[in-house]
């Protein structure tokens, strides 16, 4: 055998030199470094961008946004309510002074916005809490959520009444849902 025909082995620094060629070092550069899918240019999220996506997701900042917004929705209801007709309906053939119809009418809007604060406060709690335990974000979560929702709403009027709120809000938030749903 001539020379260049021996078998040659590698030192460890040429092994090492292959390995980093071929392989790759194992050092990570940023651990976290969030790349979307975007069509245009990919910015990277800060640790500032992170925290505030993160509250805005949180299920306390949900559930005071939806207690908010139900207490605009009902705010708006009870107004449009009270202004349909009178609540109180009086036997004397006296009409009502200006003063006692804003009066009602304050006493119904007020009364509507809490409790449609209430309702949307404690079902986007709830359905929050089950999302976070579940793991997923189904049609399943609001239905559950709808029946406890109903439920705690209709037990105050005792257990038949709960049982029924809970059955007839599982049923109307799962088809608001199938609704929302299947329009997009």
């Known amino acids: 055998m001539s020379e ?9 620094e040429e092994w090492t030199y292959l390995t980093n060629y ?10 976290n470094i969030i790349i979307p ?7 990277i999220k800060t640790n ?5 996506e993160s ?5 306390a900042f949900k559930s005071m946004m939806s207690c908010v917004a139900g207490y605009g929705l009902g705010a708006v209801l009870g107004l449009f309510s009270s202004s349909m007709g009178p609540a109180s309906v009086t036997d004397t053939a006296e009409p009502q002074s200006a003063k006692q119809v804003f009066k009602e009418m304050k006493t119904t809007t007020l009364s509507y916005a809490k409790n449609f604060a209430l309702i949307g406060m404690v079902f986007s709690a709830v359905e ?3 999302e976070s335990a579940r793991g997923k974000s189904d049609w399943k979560n609001g239905t559950y959520a709808g029946a406890v929702t109903g439920g705690l709403i209709g037990l105050r009027a005792g257990v038949k009444a709960g049982v029924f709120g809970a059955m007839g809000f599982a049923a109307f938030s799962t088809a608001i849902d199938y609704y ?3 329009r997009f």
Do not use: A, D
Request: glycine share 4%.
């Open 128 to 130: 929050c809490t089950i």
């Open 4 to 12: 260049s025909q021996e078998k040659r082995s590698f030192t460890s």
């Open 48 to 52: 500032e961008e992170k925290m505030v």
């Open 37 to 43: 899918k975007t069509l245009g240019p990919v910015q």
């Open 55 to 59: 509250f805005f997701e949180s299920c």
């Open 180 to 182: 929302m749903h299947s």
């Open 22 to 31: 071929f392989v790759g070092n194992n050092f990570r550069y940023r651990e």
